[in-house]
Structures are given as structure tokens and as C-alpha cells.
């Protein structure tokens, strides 16, 4: 029974990720579709609007409700002989932890939309055309910024030629480290 509702509820936040995903992506355009149907002015072009994608939390409270309801009589439909008493204390975890899923629905998003740029990448390094450098944009940076000339090291004028370890001057050592 532990394992079930763990998985049900792990199931529920990555569902709710998924959604608020989809409903970014395409459910703008069937929200304004429904909108239409319902509204006597059409939603205003400016307006960026999905089921869940900027709505108010009690709005995407009652689409994690609908969504986790949906879902328990699914799953009480398809078991031959359903736990009633696990279906209701899933129902009311399912809300909160789809609302979690919404709330990651952002970053989820926000990698979904950089994955093209990611595939390419790794398409560029497989065929051999690119390194890491050019894919990461360092070899750009390094050739668009040149190299200073490295300064000479001067000697302290107290020490004699034959000690190599004390022939370094510290402060030029400090300068040559921060680049100054």
C-alpha cells in the first residue's frame, strides 16, 4: 500500500509538471478556443493565458482537483476489487502534490525550451564538427580576447643569481595571479 501511494504520488508531481508543460505549449491556444465558446468578447490578443499558465492559485487548485479526480475513478473503474479507503487518501494527497507539479512546471519548461539547443550540441560534438570549446563558446571567447604578454619576473635586487627559489619577487607573483 506504501509503495502504491508513493508512486501515485511521485506520478502526480511529475503529471503536474507535464501539464503545466503542455498547457504552456499548446493549451494557450485551445484556453482562447474555450474562451471564445464562452465569453461574448474574445480574449484580448495581449492577454498570455492557459488553464494553468497564469491563472490564480484557486484556479489551478481546481484543475489539480479535476485532474486527481479524473484519475481515482480511472482507477477504481479499472481494479476489479478497488481499495476505497487508498483512493480517498490518495485523492486528497494527489491535489497538493499536483499543485507542487505545477509550481516545478517553470523549470521543467524552461529546460523543455532549450533541448533543441542541447540536441544540436551534442549532434555537433558526435559528428566530429565541433569541440567542447566551440560548443561552450570558450574558443570564441579565446580568440575574440587576446593574451597579454606574459611579464618578465624580476629578481629581488638583495638576492644573488644562484638562489633559484628566492629569485621571484612576491608582489609580482600577487599581480600575475589577479591579472593585474
Known sequence: ???????WI?????L??????????????VYRFWYRLTHEKPLPESVQRGFVYNRKTRHKALMATLLSTAQSIVAVMSVAEPN???ELILWIVEVPVTLLGFAIGPWVFGIWRRK?????AID???SGDKTIGDVFGKAEKAKA?????AKKLTASPEKKDGDDDDDIDPREMIRRYTKR
Open 124 to 126: 555537433d560534438l558526435e
Open 10 to 14: 511521485v506520478m502526480f508531481l511529475i
Open 84 to 86: 476505497l479507503l487508498v
Open 145 to 149: 580576447k587576446p593574451q597579454p604578454p
Open 1 to 7: 500500500m506504501t509503495s502504491y501511494l508513493v508512486f
Open 116 to 120: 533543441d539547443e542541447v540536441f544540436d
Open 16 to 29: 503536474g509538471a507535464f501539464w503545466y508543460v503542455v498547457d504552456r505549449k499548446y493549451g494557450q491556444g
